[in-house]
């Protein structure tokens, strides 16, 4: 199933297992299969990357593993628990410690400083102010954003503010980290230092979940699905 | 989330769009702004009503003597003297048979003028007992001063009491104690003044603190048992010019007054009296303010519906250019409940910004009202700031943040997280 790569772990305890999972729209009368029934396990340190044309369902799967929608058939457990069926405050939660999110478009909140953007899933946790921003300021430093705690989004370059939405997915701990099409906005160069993040995190135990553009990409990952058509295999 | 957490949310979300958000509270401003001015000056009126009501004594009935309209008697001989007002017998009447009156306080004008030098004076002279002092609501205004003893009458001494107002009128700077007051060819010995605080009127006639006050019997001796006023060959006879009478039991006074009135108005043949219930006026004065809350309150809540809906405007705005930042939010783990507090809070916060700014503007706006209606005289507007008016103001923009607020912020806490996240 799994390609160990040089670098991969053992295989370890399922993270995610999908059973028959598939999203469908209703439009006009006519039913779009976004998602195809799909089955899949994705182990805890696993780099999976999930490829395909344009309109093919791989931002439909990220948002059902970030449960950003529900599922209209199967199952999601996400570490032995069933979470599609979640009412909305418990898979507010889940989403808040369980699941780190990166989007293509970075999503900073650009009237807050980026020590204040970093913080925000830790304030959805409860924590403590205190606790919080020296939280906020440790995962600014790791990315070398050190010194620019003041900043706002828009005074930053599109690396360093993917680099902010990194520090903030990874801001309540969560064992997986969902990326959509991360380098997306990002010129080449830049585009491979975020990656250079990635590898890094998945080097210190993090589960990464990417969808991409790029086949150059798949050689960081130790799993890889690939869709076409709503329809998701492994390769 | 917090309070602090949310507050620094909150702040962070108002200052982007500052000049906006201050022009969305507009209305509440002008709201509490009318809340709070209309408050002071309906409390400053009350207070002011009270004060004069207090002035003329609140356990008080006043019977004052009212010339009737001429020409309605049977005036055809030339020196046909006119009799009108408050009479001997009413005065026994009242003694004999109004339970609730425990003391009778006859005051006479003495209808002759004071004068300065050469000039004559607005002062005016009344002759009455001692009782007067207690029910005219005046006081001894050092321990020097004495008011007119029950000797004074007896032995016909001429010795006066002066109000402060005339005193100074007459003496400028100098001690009145033991000064001469001239009243009709006859020199008065000041031997007290006095002062109403309230600043009250004799029966809403002669103004207390610029009275000359003398004993009945010693004007009585000096001129006579009516007092007389010759006039284009006429003469007048008043037997009392006010009669004070003082109730034992407050709350029996508006039968009391009922009572007299219907006594007066068989015993005199036309209305040639007025009968003055402070009492009364204080309940009227009441109603007064009552109808002024009514009104005020319908100003009020028309002008803070029409800025709680630039609110619920302005929030809906907000909410729909921030559709994205609730979609992060949410993605990031926020519950319903954490988006609707966010934006309740937001809301709140401008409706208590405006009613911060509403006050300040209140409290200016009704001290520059006072200052305005002053310009004129004397007597102008009075305005009141209470601290109970500045908490009903907060609690008022807070209420109206809370109703205004909650169906944007309900909005936004409803929205789809994937949808909210996807838009733009
Ligand atoms: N809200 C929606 N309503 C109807 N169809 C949708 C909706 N969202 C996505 N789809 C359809 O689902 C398919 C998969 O979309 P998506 O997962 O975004 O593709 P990708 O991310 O691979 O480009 C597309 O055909 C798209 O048109
Ligand atoms: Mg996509």
Redesign the pocket.
């Given at each position: 199933m799994t390609q160990p790569s040089p670098h991969a772990p053992p295989p370890t305890a399922p993270l995610i297992e999908l059973t028959g999972l598939e999203k469908t729209?209703e439009?006009g009368g006519t039913l779009?299969y976004?998602l195809r029934a799909t089955d899949l396990i994705v182990r805890h340190g696993a780099f999976l990357t999930v490829m395909?044309p344009?309109?093919?369902?791989?931002?439909?799967l990220l948002n059902l593993f970030g449960l950003l929608m529900r599922p209209t058939a199967g199952t999601y457990l996400l570490e032995g628990r069933a979470v599609s069926g979640l009412n909305d405050d418990a898979t507010s939660a889940v989403r808040c410690k369980m699941i780190g999110m990166v989007f293509q478009s970075f999503n900073l909140l650009s009237h807050l400083t980026i020590l204040e953007n970093v913080c925000v899933p830790m304030q959805y946790a409860g924590l403590p102010r205190a606790a919080m921003r020296q939280r906020g300021k440790a995962l600014l430093d790791r990315f070398g954003l050190d010194g620019r705690y003041g900043s706002r989004p828009t005074q930053l370059s599109g690396g360093q503010c993917q680099r902010v939405a990194i520090a903030r997915a990874l801001a309540n701990d969560p064992p997986v980290i969902l990326a959509d099409e991360p380098t997306g906005n990002l010129d080449e160069q830049t585009g491979l230092e975020v990656m250079g993040i990635f590898q890094e995190l998945h080097r210190s135990g993090k589960t990464i979940i990417m969808?991409t553009h790029n086949p150059a990409y798949r050689k960081y990952a130790t799993q890889a699905v690939s869709?076409h058509d709503?329809r998701a295999c492994e390769t | 989330m917090n309070l602090l957490e949310m507050s620094v949310t909150v702040y962070a979300s108002l200052t982007r769009h500052l000049v906006r958000s201050l022009l969305a509270t507009l209305g509440i401003v002008l709201g509490i702004a009318a809340v709070v001015a209309m408050l002071a000056i309906g409390e400053g009126g009350r207070q002011e009503a009270l004060r004069q009501i207090e002035s003329q004594g609140i356990d008080n009935i006043i019977l004052r003597s009212v010339k009737p309209a001429e020409g309605n008697a049977q005036q055809t001989t030339r020196s046909y003297t006119q009799r009108y007002g408050i009479t001997q017998r009413d005065v026994e009447h009242i003694e004999s048979v109004f339970e609730n009156v425990r003391l009778i306080v006859p005051v006479m004008e003495v209808r002759r003028e004071i004068y300065l030098g050469q000039t004559s004076t607005d002062i005016k002279a009344v002759a009455t007992t001692p009782a007067f002092l207690e029910v005219s609501r005046c006081r001894l205004v050092d321990s020097r001063s004495r008011f007119l003893v029950p000797t004074d009458g007896k032995i016909l001494d001429p010795v006066c009491v002066v109000g402060t107002k005339a005193a100074r009128r007459l003496f400028g700077h100098r001690d009145p104690l033991g000064q001469a007051v001239v009243i009709g060819n006859v020199s008065f010995r000041v031997v007290g003044l006095v002062e109403n605080p309230g600043g009250g009127r004799i029966g809403g006639q002669f103004e207390l603190n610029n009275l000359v006050c003398m004993p009945l019997e010693t004007a009585t001796s000096l001129w006579g048992g009516i007092t007389i006023q010759m006039r284009r060959g006429m003469a007048e006879k008043v037997d009392y010019d006010f009669l004070y009478l003082a109730a034992k039991n407050i709350d029996a006074i508006p039968g009391t007054a009922g009572r007299l009135r219907t006594y007066l108005r068989g015993a005199h043949a036309q209305v040639d009296y007025e009968v003055q219930v402070p009492y009364e006026l204080l309940q009227s004065a009441r109603r007064t303010q009552r109808i002024f809350t009514v009104v005020m309150t319908s100003i009020a809540a028309i002008s803070l519906l029409v800025g709680g809906i630039g609110i619920m405007n302005i929030m809906l705005a907000n909410i729909f250019e921030r559709t994205r930042e609730i979609g992060v939010r949410r993605a990031l783990g926020a519950r319903k409940r954490d988006i609707l507090w966010q934006f309740l809070a937001e809301s709140v916060l401008l409706t208590s910004i405006g009613g911060g700014l509403g006050a300040g503007l209140g409290i200016a706006t009704a001290a520059a009202a006072e200052m305005i209606s002053r310009l004129g005289g004397e007597a102008g507007l009075k305005a009141v700031v209470t601290s109970e008016s500045l908490i009903v103001a907060l609690a008022v923009s807070v209420i109206t943040g809370i109703s205004f607020g909650t169906h944007p912020a309900w909005k936004a806490a409803q929205l789809d997280p994937l949808t909210a996240l996807r838009h733009e």
């Amino acid at each position: 199933m799994t390609q160990p790569s040089p670098h991969a772990p053992p295989p370890t305890a399922p993270l995610i297992e999908l059973t028959g999972l598939e999203k469908t729209y209703e439009a006009g009368g006519t039913l779009i299969y976004a998602l195809r029934a799909t089955d899949l396990i994705v182990r805890h340190g696993a780099f999976l990357t999930v490829m395909g044309p344009s309109g093919s369902g791989k931002s439909t799967l990220l948002n059902l593993f970030g449960l950003l929608m529900r599922p209209t058939a199967g199952t999601y457990l996400l570490e032995g628990r069933a979470v599609s069926g979640l009412n909305d405050d418990a898979t507010s939660a889940v989403r808040c410690k369980m699941i780190g999110m990166v989007f293509q478009s970075f999503n900073l909140l650009s009237h807050l400083t980026i020590l204040e953007n970093v913080c925000v899933p830790m304030q959805y946790a409860g924590l403590p102010r205190a606790a919080m921003r020296q939280r906020g300021k440790a995962l600014l430093d790791r990315f070398g954003l050190d010194g620019r705690y003041g900043s706002r989004p828009t005074q930053l370059s599109g690396g360093q503010c993917q680099r902010v939405a990194i520090a903030r997915a990874l801001a309540n701990d969560p064992p997986v980290i969902l990326a959509d099409e991360p380098t997306g906005n990002l010129d080449e160069q830049t585009g491979l230092e975020v990656m250079g993040i990635f590898q890094e995190l998945h080097r210190s135990g993090k589960t990464i979940i990417m969808v991409t553009h790029n086949p150059a990409y798949r050689k960081y990952a130790t799993q890889a699905v690939s869709i076409h058509d709503g329809r998701a295999c492994e390769t | 989330m917090n309070l602090l957490e949310m507050s620094v949310t909150v702040y962070a979300s108002l200052t982007r769009h500052l000049v906006r958000s201050l022009l969305a509270t507009l209305g509440i401003v002008l709201g509490i702004a009318a809340v709070v001015a209309m408050l002071a000056i309906g409390e400053g009126g009350r207070q002011e009503a009270l004060r004069q009501i207090e002035s003329q004594g609140i356990d008080n009935i006043i019977l004052r003597s009212v010339k009737p309209a001429e020409g309605n008697a049977q005036q055809t001989t030339r020196s046909y003297t006119q009799r009108y007002g408050i009479t001997q017998r009413d005065v026994e009447h009242i003694e004999s048979v109004f339970e609730n009156v425990r003391l009778i306080v006859p005051v006479m004008e003495v209808r002759r003028e004071i004068y300065l030098g050469q000039t004559s004076t607005d002062i005016k002279a009344v002759a009455t007992t001692p009782a007067f002092l207690e029910v005219s609501r005046c006081r001894l205004v050092d321990s020097r001063s004495r008011f007119l003893v029950p000797t004074d009458g007896k032995i016909l001494d001429p010795v006066c009491v002066v109000g402060t107002k005339a005193a100074r009128r007459l003496f400028g700077h100098r001690d009145p104690l033991g000064q001469a007051v001239v009243i009709g060819n006859v020199s008065f010995r000041v031997v007290g003044l006095v002062e109403n605080p309230g600043g009250g009127r004799i029966g809403g006639q002669f103004e207390l603190n610029n009275l000359v006050c003398m004993p009945l019997e010693t004007a009585t001796s000096l001129w006579g048992g009516i007092t007389i006023q010759m006039r284009r060959g006429m003469a007048e006879k008043v037997d009392y010019d006010f009669l004070y009478l003082a109730a034992k039991n407050i709350d029996a006074i508006p039968g009391t007054a009922g009572r007299l009135r219907t006594y007066l108005r068989g015993a005199h043949a036309q209305v040639d009296y007025e009968v003055q219930v402070p009492y009364e006026l204080l309940q009227s004065a009441r109603r007064t303010q009552r109808i002024f809350t009514v009104v005020m309150t319908s100003i009020a809540a028309i002008s803070l519906l029409v800025g709680g809906i630039g609110i619920m405007n302005i929030m809906l705005a907000n909410i729909f250019e921030r559709t994205r930042e609730i979609g992060v939010r949410r993605a990031l783990g926020a519950r319903k409940r954490d988006i609707l507090w966010q934006f309740l809070a937001e809301s709140v916060l401008l409706t208590s910004i405006g009613g911060g700014l509403g006050a300040g503007l209140g409290i200016a706006t009704a001290a520059a009202a006072e200052m305005i209606s002053r310009l004129g005289g004397e007597a102008g507007l009075k305005a009141v700031v209470t601290s109970e008016s500045l908490i009903v103001a907060l609690a008022v923009s807070v209420i109206t943040g809370i109703s205004f607020g909650t169906h944007p912020a309900w909005k936004a806490a409803q929205l789809d997280p994937l949808t909210a996240l996807r838009h733009e």
